[in-house]
């Protein structure tokens, strides 16, 4: 049997060891921010919750991670896991024994997990009061050398040994209530053969232009396939959750960078991206601000980026998408717009307002320092060239369109009588009128709005963009501003997003040489440092959340621009 390349290493610390759609995940990362010494089956129904613990007999046993294979390694001894599924895993053993227990030390009325023996099938089934489900072990080979915890309450050791004296194989399920005994219809082997292909297919299609000039190319195809669940609870499409760590939701501006990378390659699950949040739209128009297996939160939105990211993700589709689709997406881009017109304008005011950074995005940004209910300039662009999309869509699907070109030229006429200083945009209290600079980036986005900016005014927020470019990238604060933070979230750190907007409106304003540095930089400091929720704009070393797909796809839709460009010789 041929074994698929299984694609590069990478270490288990950062990334988690995972399958397209599945909840599950291997990984040592237990809660925010909390990294356990053993590895752990991770379930993100209800939350991020580690399960059960995983643990070698032998005390130097070492990690390799791979997409399709995770393998421990002592000596002469081996454990490996596969994916039989979704909800399955399979892990074998050869002269190394392995302790699968209860992450939970105490099971209450309402917490931890329980063990007990079923007697329909001889499987050990431990059940979870934090995910609602079970996870039945049946051994498929070898034998269980030592069991503990059976049906115990309170404070107990739960676990299940296996003997490195003989080579032992189990299938590990999560599942609700019930289902038929457990069935291997594969080999080992031929499981991860399969998983094998499907990884390249998944790369092929979503990266055919990488090469050695684009290293980091697979892996970020990796995080993508790995961080994908299916339709549960909540979440009512295939959806690319942020991480499989803690940042296991979608946001509602997230899912644009990912819906872009997956557009050429994989259009199914690009569109479905798109719409996820709009599934839950509520009666005002207004997208949550996040969605996840078990909640759905609406205390704060996120920025209209949505027209912007349609134009790209249209752009790069193999095939349009066809009437009615469009007309969907007409009717929920029109009510998400008129949220913003209507629920977000005070009384004779042209610019709508944020009432929280959280907003924006840049939760913490100084934008926000001289108030928190502001008109910031990174809106009123945005609802811009949304307004532009929309009418745009509108002609396609012949319904009227004035409107919406009139009320985009509106807002573009406040954004520069309102909010330009002559130098760079500011913030501006809706109640008082009073104005505030600051030195954050989020100032400078309107330049996502290209060549729909007066030249003089394109040019001075790429002289500013400029004063933001670190060795690694573009800095959300300037190294020397005096609220720069290191690891100042919004404060300071490299992020993916403002990244790709504001190359994206510096190559259509024309200023093509700095986006071409700004997207070079960026790539190589994914090639050095992974797909960080954001990173350390002097040093490049990856902060928070490790296994981000937004900086992967941003990753992507950047390597793919330039291979692009450099095939067609410019």
Same mark, same amino acid.
């Given at each position: 049997m041929?074994?698929?390349?299984?694609?590069?290493?990478?270490?288990?610390?950062d990334?988690?060891f995972?399958?397209?759609?599945?909840?599950?995940d291997?990984?040592?990362?237990?809660?925010?921010?909390?990294?356990?010494?053993?590895?752990?089956?991770v379930s993100?129904q209800?939350?991020?919750?580690?399960?059960?613990?995983l643990?070698?007999?032998?005390?130097?046993?070492?990690?390799?991670?791979?997409p399709t294979?995770?393998?421990?390694?002592?000596?002469?001894?081996?454990?490996?896991?596969?994916?039989?599924?979704?909800?399955?895993?399979?892990?074998r053993?050869?002269?190394?024994?392995l302790?699968?227990?209860?992450?939970?030390?105490?099971?209450?009325?309402f917490?931890?997990?329980?063990?007990?023996?079923d007697?329909?099938?001889?499987s050990?089934?431990?059940?979870?009061?934090?995910?609602?489900?079970?996870?039945?072990?049946?051994v498929?080979s070898?034998a269980?050398?030592?069991?503990?915890?059976?049906?115990?309450?309170?404070t107990?050791?739960?676990f299940?040994?296996?003997?490195?004296?003989?080579?032992?194989?189990?299938?590990?399920e999560?599942?609700?209530?019930?289902?038929?005994?457990?069935?291997?219809?594969?080999?080992?082997?031929r499981l991860?053969?399969d998983?094998?292909?499907?990884?390249?297919?998944?790369?092929?299609?979503?990266?055919?232009?990488?090469?050695?000039?684009?290293?980091?190319?697979d892996?970020?195809?990796?995080v993508?396939?790995?961080?994908?669940?299916?339709?549960?609870?909540?979440?009512?499409r295939?959806?690319?959750l942020?991480?499989k760590h803690?940042?296991?939701?979608?946001?509602?501006?997230?899912?644009?960078?990912?819906?872009?990378?997956?557009?050429?390659?994989e259009?199914?699950?690009?569109?479905?991206?798109?719409?996820?949040?709009?599934?839950?739209?509520?009666?005002?128009?207004?997208?949550?601000?996040?969605?996840?297996h078990?909640?759905?939160?609406h205390?704060?939105?996120k920025?209209?980026?949505?027209?912007?990211?349609?134009r790209?993700?249209?752009?790069?589709?193999?095939?349009?998408?066809?009437?009615?689709?469009?007309?969907?997406?007409?009717?929920?881009?029109?009510?998400?717009?008129?949220?913003?017109?209507?629920?977000?304008r005070?009384?004779?005011?042209?610019?709508?307002?944020y009432?929280?950074?959280?907003?924006?995005?840049?939760?913490?940004?100084t934008t926000?320092?001289?108030?928190r209910?502001?008109?910031? &300039?990174?809106l009123? $662009?945005?609802? /811009?060239?949304?307004?532009?999309?929309?009418?745009? =869509? @509108? %002609? #396609?699907?012949?319904?009227?369109?004035?409107?919406?070109?009139?009320?985009?030229?509106?807002?573009r006429?406040?954004?520069?009588?309102?909010?330009?200083?002559g130098?760079?945009?500011?913030?501006?209290?809706?109640?008082?009128?009073?104005?505030?600079?600051?030195r954050s980036?989020?100032?400078?986005m309107?330049v996502t709005?290209?060549?729909?900016?007066?030249?003089?005014? &394109?040019?001075a927020? $790429?002289?500013? /963009?400029?004063?933001?470019l670190?060795?690694?990238? =573009? @800095? %959300? #604060?300037?190294?020397?501003?005096?609220?720069y933070?290191?690891d100042?979230?919004?404060?300071g750190?490299?992020?993916?997003?403002?990244?790709?907007?504001?190359e994206?409106?510096?190559?259509?304003?024309?200023?093509?040489?700095?986006?071409?540095?700004i997207?070079?930089?960026?790539?190589?400091?994914?090639?050095k440092?992974?797909?960080?929720?954001?990173?350390?704009?002097?040093?490049?070393?990856g902060?928070?959340?490790?296994?981000?797909?937004?900086?992967?796809?941003?990753?992507l839709i950047?390597?793919?621009?330039?291979?692009?460009?450099r095939?067609?010789?410019?």
């Amino acid at each position: 049997m041929t074994v698929a390349p299984p694609g590069p290493e990478f270490p288990i610390q950062d990334i988690p060891f995972s399958y397209r759609g599945s909840w599950l995940d291997i990984s040592p990362v237990i809660a925010e921010k909390t990294y356990a010494d053993d590895l752990h089956l991770v379930s993100h129904q209800t939350g991020l919750h580690a399960v059960l613990r995983l643990t070698p007999a032998g005390s130097d046993a070492t990690v390799v991670a791979t997409p399709t294979l995770l393998t421990w390694r002592d000596g002469a001894g081996r454990i490996e896991a596969v994916y039989a599924g979704p909800d399955t895993l399979r892990l074998r053993g050869r002269r190394l024994g392995l302790r699968i227990a209860a992450a939970a030390a105490t099971l209450t009325p309402f917490s931890g997990t329980y063990l007990y023996l079923d007697p329909l099938d001889g499987s050990h089934v431990f059940t979870s009061y934090e995910t609602g489900r079970r996870y039945r072990v049946t051994v498929l080979s070898g034998a269980l050398r030592r069991i503990g915890g059976v049906e115990a309450l309170g404070t107990a050791d739960r676990f299940l040994d296996l003997s490195g004296d003989q080579p032992w194989e189990v299938a590990i399920e999560e599942y609700a209530t019930a289902r038929a005994p457990h069935a291997a219809t594969a080999a080992f082997d031929r499981l991860h053969h399969d998983r094998s292909t499907e990884f390249a297919a998944f790369v092929d299609a979503v990266a055919p232009w990488r090469g050695p000039d684009t290293p980091a190319a697979d892996l970020a195809a990796y995080v993508l396939w790995s961080a994908t669940v299916a339709p549960a609870g909540f979440v009512t499409r295939p959806a690319v959750l942020m991480s499989k760590h803690w940042m296991d939701k979608v946001w509602s501006w997230d899912h644009c960078f990912n819906a872009i990378a997956l557009a050429a390659g994989e259009p199914e699950l690009a569109w479905h991206q798109f719409h996820l949040p709009f599934d839950h739209q509520d009666p005002a128009g207004a997208l949550p601000d996040s969605v996840t297996h078990s909640e759905v939160l609406h205390n704060y939105v996120k920025p209209p980026i949505h027209g912007w990211a349609l134009r790209r993700l249209r752009r790069r589709l193999p095939a349009p998408p066809d009437r009615a689709a469009l007309a969907q997406t007409y009717e929920r881009l029109a009510r998400w717009t008129g949220f913003w017109l209507d629920a977000r304008r005070a009384p004779g005011q042209d610019l709508p307002h944020y009432q929280h950074g959280n907003d924006s995005g840049w939760d913490n940004a100084t934008t926000f320092d001289g108030g928190r209910v502001v008109q910031t &300039a990174d809106l009123a $662009a945005f609802l /811009v060239a949304q307004l532009r999309c929309l009418a745009d =869509l @509108a %002609t #396609e699907l012949g319904e009227p369109a004035g409107r919406w070109s009139a009320e985009a030229d509106r807002i573009r006429a406040a954004l520069l009588r309102d909010l330009w200083d002559g130098a760079r945009f500011t913030a501006r209290d809706p109640r008082t009128g009073r104005r505030r600079a600051s030195r954050s980036l989020l100032d400078l986005m309107p330049v996502t709005l290209g060549a729909d900016l007066p030249t003089p005014v &394109a040019a001075a927020l $790429a002289r500013g /963009v400029e004063a933001h470019l670190t060795t690694h990238g =573009l @800095a %959300t #604060e300037p190294p020397d501003s005096a609220d720069y933070l290191a690891d100042g979230y919004w404060r300071g750190p490299i992020w993916a997003p403002s990244t790709v907007l504001v190359e994206d409106g510096l190559r259509r304003a024309g200023h093509t040489g700095l986006a071409d540095e700004i997207s070079r930089r960026f790539l190589a400091l994914c090639e050095k440092s992974g797909f960080a929720e954001n990173f350390d704009a002097e040093t490049g070393a990856g902060l928070r959340d490790r296994a981000y797909t937004w900086t992967a796809s941003s990753y992507l839709i950047l390597a793919a621009a330039q291979q692009g460009r450099r095939r067609a010789g410019g």
